[in-house]
């Protein structure tokens, strides 16, 4: 199956720093999504990104699908962008889609 | 207003008993799924329904059986519950592409 590996595992901040996220998948793919899990447990759909580059404010993911990686950059963090960040992806006519190991941020005020 | 809800959000239970988690959406969508993450945090999907047919059961045991009444809901029931099943279990739903999940259901099983 597709295989989906997300750097780095582990990640701290101090309030302010940028930082990327990078997620790299084994095969061509017809849907990715990111998606910030808060230290509450719930999960957010950041963006549906299958190619090409998209801004939410502080956020932005760009996506090249012919070399099979996705970034994810977040700017001047604060401390309520802690929580794992996990790349999802979906290989043409799967229907399914399978997430990555995801990168957990820590931001320190 | 909430999009995808899930009930109840807490289950601890003993070995061996049969248990349900209920999850409705609101959002009007076709697709609605299961999915499990363990103590790692890994998430792995474990049924897809598609306008009330299951369209995916991805190799989990029989004892989780997946229901249906219309597309607005998707509960699942456990039977015979196993250590093994302790896990966050979330519901999830989309219209083709964006998925929108549940604020998940944690199970313990003593």
């Known amino acids: 199956g597709i295989q989906v590996e997300q750097s780095p595992p582990d990640l701290i901040l101090q309030e302010g720093a940028n930082s990327t996220l990078r997620c790299n998948f084994s095969?061509?793919?017809?849907?990715l999504q990111w998606f910030h899990q808060n230290p509450w447990g719930q999960l957010i759909n950041l963006f549906y990104?299958?190619?090409g580059t998209k801004q939410n404010g502080r956020l932005s993911a760009t996506t090249v699908a012919t070399e099979r990686y996705s970034l994810l950059y977040i700017s001047s963090s604060q401390t309520t962008d802690s929580g794992v960040y996990f790349c999802a992806v979906e290989k043409y006519n799967t229907d399914k889609l399978i997430f990555g190991t995801g990168t957990r941020l820590q931001v320190f005020p | 207003d909430t999009a995808v809800s899930q009930t109840p959000k807490y289950l601890v239970t003993q070995m061996g008993n049969d248990k349900s988690i209920k999850c409705e959406q609101n959002l009007g969508h076709d697709t609605m799924y299961w999915y499990k993450q363990d103590s790692k945090k890994f998430l792995k999907i474990m049924f897809s329904y598609n306008n009330k047919e299951l369209i995916i059961n991805e190799t989990v045991p029989n004892r989780f059986s997946p229901k249906s009444p219309d597309k607005a809901h998707l509960n699942l029931h456990i039977n015979s519950l196993e250590l093994g099943d302790s896990a966050v279990y979330f519901c999830?739903?989309?219209?083709?592409?964006?998925?929108?999940f549940g604020p998940g259901t944690r199970l313990t099983v003593l």
């Open positions: 990104i299958p190619s």
């Open positions: 095969d061509s793919v017809n849907n």
């Open positions: 999830a739903s989309s219209q083709r592409d964006t998925q929108y």
